[in-house]
């Protein structure tokens, strides 16, 4: 594919950057599976993400497991953990579900710190970078590339599977109208807390990634900002959307560094100016609004002309 | 449609950031006209009040070049945004170090910022000096031949306190407020290891906060009630202020040690209230900008003459601000003292080795010394008590170096 | 007994605190149906907005009254001019323009006004009142006064004046409203500006006390998220009352919990987040939304 091809030519220091973009899309998938088709507001996906991290730290460096066991070890931990989140969450929603996740985000760094013997408290754990394995000629970077991408692929296939099928559908038909799909015998409660639990186990194995690629978690990493972040990253690029995650981890991970580039005094202010334009023109995100002017021009398309110019108002 | 979307869009953003990768130079930031420094700093986010350090450096590093630069080279600075966030610093390292290929990274903040590029910047051998955090690991030749420490560490000081204590506070009843992280965590660790066995006796109470805490108010009520006739007050100068008046305010009047950190006339005791803060006892090294004694001192004139110039929009009562100008000229010198032999080996060679260095705002009696198994650069620090006007300073200069 | 009273004064002195910033939080919500994460972040660049004009030379309360002005007409113009455009969009679409906004005073506040924390006058005596063994500060009396000043005036303005009934009607139900007459799009510009005119009040009562520096208001404005979900986020007095129960609770639980200590004290306020939505998701004092089918 043209990504690994790409791999060969991009500078180390580049595909960490698109590292951290593909870590970041397969959370922002989980948040999106979440939020834009199950319509559960979470602000607090940065704890699944530091709970999927510092599972993966710690194996690595209390009982030194080889990273690769720990990603999917992450992914089932945060599965678990999500799932029993979403339980008590089955009954808030909106506001109050926001407001429950938040709580969960904010609660995250200072417990990680209490729990000192484990978490190496606001010190945190260094882990070091991974060679690549079998004698393969690659850096630790393309190395860490590659299996992001590889996962990612894999993650994304799967979610469009499940979300094009059956589950899919009630998933989708739980955020357009509850009480509509509870009557036509959709079971509600657990389909809300499985979605909660899937969408955990996304943004940990990302988390548990970002451990190995960055090689060191410490409680500062996971702060509100960083769930807020993901918010920014799948309204961005597109609520409901699994391209969308690609294209919104693209813009919380450049956008940031473009700010800096065009404004040293205050970068954030231009970032925030990104923000408020991104969502005056496409309120819908990036993927909705090419959905939606793709459809459009598709139907202009199918239409003969003279009939168009009639039916249009 | 799905999968094609997807592809297209890797293929587009992969297509606008493609680069060839650099050839790395022989002396990698280095020219004949000009040295990059490599530098970043918490300009945004929960710690951004110490981003003016990083523009104080950029500041003098303008005088110098002004000046003519180091042995006929102007320095470049480049400095970047970490937002105090780990992972954000390992990026922008990796940045300075890979793409812009700085000849030295300098003066990066923060101990868990550090901590995360630690290991990174020994395996590509860059010379890490003078990081700014008071954390014990920073002097660690044999491990870590390539970072450097600059200040005084927490712990260091933490035992000097110690030592006062047990010589002349014999029935001591300690009570500490420390911040929740590894600042107050070493402070801690410094007090406890330098009071040893007696610690366990003398301590009656610790208290902790979190840095998004509105107050205090609470710790210091509950530090007062345990009896404790002793404050160890580890806390950054906006919770200093707010301990030392609620003290005053309650009535509690114990023997009580500031942190360095907080120690600043302006911008702590007289916002505090200058006759609360009277018997407050900390550790120096620098002269404090706001004490009136030092307002005559050549060095101190200097300083102000320079910020007045080249860092205008910096305050004057900003100890940072004068933190910096001394870090600043420590590589300046540095770097002069490799004439021209610029290349990262013999910068760190040259970082570790420096005799007797002693800078105007330094307190008198300090000097600068490393060497191949001395990567801590200052290590004296004298006691001093505040008197409602200035900060008197009294007893001896203690050397941790000699200990 | 006089540890436990002194605490529990000390807790109603920061949950005054908080619950003036939860009374802004909530006012926006009822008006707009939104919850504007800037909230905090307008009443910051408003105390920095006070602070310009005390240096100027004004005296305090004209300093403070010309702030509230400034900040009712600010917060009237952000909503009519950046949350219009966006006003029927998803509400998830308005949630990241106030973080936009969020973001942008954030900086601007950093870069006019430099990150370094400044000092800010309090209107009342710095020497504490002292009664036996406890010791009121006469500061956090006054502020805890001034918002019930605020409370009382909103109370006043929405029940007996014909602009607070119109706003009223506007959020309860703005189709109706619309063919009353009433310009439901200049009422949610109303509710903003009282927004920003009360989070101007809780900054600068907030600021002799922990310093103004553009990140004062975010540690309390999770404080403040808390104190709303706890009286709810439909009452504006509950609001209040919930700041002061988690200012007491916070302070009481890190003095007489053993292992929790100081070192959880947020989680604390959190996990109290967290048992009130489940048990009772509109608070102690909210009424439930009824759901149409």
């Known amino acids: 594919m043209v990504a690994v091809v790409l791999m060969f030519t991009l500078t180390n220091f580049r595909l960490f950057q698109f590292t951290q973009v593909f870590i970041y899309a397969i959370a922002l998938l989980g948040l999106n599976i979440l939020t834009g088709f199950n319509g559960q507001i979470s602000l607090g996906h940065g704890a699944f993400y530091a709970v999927g991290a510092y599972t993966t730290a710690i194996m690595i460096d209390q009982w030194s497991v080889p990273y690769g066991w720990t990603i999917p070890t992450a992914g089932l931990v945060c599965l678990v953990a999500g799932f029993l989140f979403g339980i008590p969450a089955i009954r808030l929603e909106g506001l109050y579900l926001a407001l429950a996740t938040f709580a969960l985000a904010l609660a995250v760094p200072q417990i990680l710190k209490y729990f000192e013997h484990w978490t190496g408290g606001s010190q945190g754990i260094v882990l070091s970078k991974p060679q690549a394995p079998w004698g393969l000629a690659l850096t630790p970077d393309q190395w860490l590339y590659l299996l992001s991408l590889a996962i990612l692929v894999v993650l994304f296939a799967l979610a469009a599977n499940l979300l094009r099928g059956r589950a899919g559908r009630a998933i989708v038909a739980i955020r357009d109208n509850t009480l509509a799909a509870q009557s036509m015998g959709v079971n509600v409660a657990l389909y809300k807390s499985l979605t909660f639990g899937l969408s955990a186990a996304y943004t940990g194995v990302a988390g548990a990634l970002s451990a190995v690629t960055i090689a060191f978690v410490a409680p500062d990493s996971f702060d509100v900002f960083r769930s807020i972040t993901f ?11 699994i391209s969308g995650a690609i294209l919104g981890a693209l813009f919380i991970q450049f956008v940031p560094n473009w700010a800096q580039d065009i404004s040293k005094a205050a970068p954030w202010a231009i970032y925030g100016v990104f923000l408020i334009v991104f969502m005056y023109a496409m309120p819908r995100g990036i993927a909705g609004t090419l959905r939606l002017a793709a459809g459009r021009w598709l139907r202009r398309r199918a239409e003969p002309p003279a009939a168009a110019a009639g039916s249009r108002r | 449609m799905l999968r094609r979307g997807f592809l297209l869009t890797l293929l587009l953003a992969f297509g606008l950031a493609a680069t060839p990768a650099p050839a790395v130079a022989q002396t990698p930031g280095v020219t004949k006209t000009e040295i990059k420094v490599g530098n970043t700093n918490p300009y945004s986010g929960p710690a951004s009040a110490y981003g003016t350090i990083g523009k104080a450096i950029g500041a003098y590093f303008k005088k110098v070049n002004d000046e003519g630069g180091i042995n006929g080279r102007k320095i470049n600075y480049v400095t970047y945004d970490d937002g105090y966030s780990p992972p954000k610093t390992v990026e922008m390292v990796r940045k300075l170090v890979e793409q812009d290929q700085v000849a030295v990274l300098f003066q990066t903040l923060g101990t868990p910022t550090n901590s995360a590029i630690h290991k990174y910047m020994n395996q590509q051998k860059v010379p890490h000096l003078f990081v700014a955090t008071g954390a014990t690991k ?50 801690r660790k410094g007090l406890l290891d330098g009071l040893g066995d007696a610690a366990k006796k003398m ?32 806390t950054i100068p906006k919770f200093a202020v707010q301990a030392i008046k609620k003290a005053h305010d309650i009535g509690w009047k114990p023997t009580h040690f500031l942190n360095n950190v907080s120690s600043s006339l302006g911008t702590v005791l007289k916002p505090a209230g200058l006759d609360a803060s009277k018997g407050l006892i900390t550790a120096l090294y620098q002269k404090e900008i706001t004490d009136p004694q ?79 198994t001395d990567y801590a650069p200052i290590e004296q620090e004298q006691l001093a008590k505040f008197d409602g006007e200035r900060w008197v300073l009294f007893g ?8 | 007994m006089d540890t436990l009273i002194q605490q529990i004064v000390s807790g109603l002195a920061t949950g005054g605190i908080y619950g003036s910033l939860a009374l802004a939080l909530v006012m926006i919500y009822q008006a707009t149906d939104v919850v504007n994460f800037a909230q905090g972040e307008m009443a910051m660049f408003s105390t920095y907005l006070a602070w310009t004009l005390l240096n100027a030379g004004l005296p305090y309360w004209v300093a403070f009254v010309a702030t509230l002005a400034i900040a009712f007409v600010g917060g009237l113009l952000l909503e009519r001019v950046l949350i219009r455009p966006v006003e029927s969009a998803p509400v998830l679409t308005i949630v990241i323009v106030c973080i936009g906004l969020l973001v942008i005073l954030n900086s601007m506040a950093g870069w006019i006004y430099s990150y370094i924390q400044k000092p800010f006058p309090s209107p009342f005596p710095s020497t504490p009142i002292r009664v036996g063994n406890i010791y009121f500060g006469a500061h956090s009396i006054g502020a805890l006064g001034i918002t019930l000043l605020v409370l009382l005036g909103l109370y006043v303005f929405f029940r007996f004046t014909t602009l607070g009934l119109a706003m009223r009607a506007a959020a309860q139900n703005p189709v109706s409203s619309r063919l009353c007459g009433i310009r439901v799009g200049w009422m949610l510009a109303v509710g903003w500006g009282l927004a920003a005119l009360v989070g101007a009040v809780a900054g600068m009562m907030v600021a002799p006390v922990v310093f103004l520096d553009p990140n004062m208001m975010s540690g309390i404005l999770i404080y403040a998220f808390a104190s709303a979900t706890l009286g709810g986020f439909t009452s504006p007095g509950g609001a209040v009352v919930g700041g002061l129960i988690v200012g007491v609770i916070e302070n009481l639980v890190g003095t007489y919990v053993g292992f929790i200590g100081t070192e959880l004290k947020l989680t604390v306020a959190l996990a109290l987040i967290l048992i009130v939505l489940v048990v009772r998701p509109s608070g102690l004092f909210g009424r439930g939304a009824v759901h149409r089918v």
């Open chain 1, 231 to 241: 918010l920014i990253g799948i309204v961005i690029g597109g609520l409901a959307s």
């Open chain 2, 138 to 187: 920073w002097n660690d030749p044999k491990n870590f031949p390539w970072t450097m420490g600059w200040q005084p560490n927490y712990q260091t000081e933490g035992r000097i306190y110690a030592t006062y204590i047990l010589k002349n506070l014999p029935d001591a009843k300690i009570g500490i407020l420390y911040q929740n992280d590894d600042y107050g965590k070493d402070y």
């Open chain 2, 203 to 234: 301590v009656v109470l610790e208290q902790t906060y979190e840095v998004t805490d509105p107050t205090i108010d609470s710790q210091i009520v509950n530090l007062k009630n345990s009896g404790a006739n002793i404050f160890y007050n580890v």
């Open chain 2, 294 to 372: 030092w307002k005559n001192d050549k060095g101190y004139l200097e300083w102000v003459a320079w910020m007045k110039k080249y860092y205008p929009d910096g305050a004057l009562d900003d100890q940072a601000n004068a933190y910096g100008y001394l870090v600043a000229q420590t590589l300046v010198h540095v770097l002069k003292q490799c004439g021209n032999d610029l290349s990262r080996a013999n910068i760190i060679k040259q970082a570790a080795s420096i005799k007797d260095l002693s800078l105007p705002l330094l307190l008198p009696g300090i000097k600068i010394n490393t060497s191949a």
């Open chain 2, 396 to 403: 001896e200069l203690y050397d941790a170096g000699k200990k």
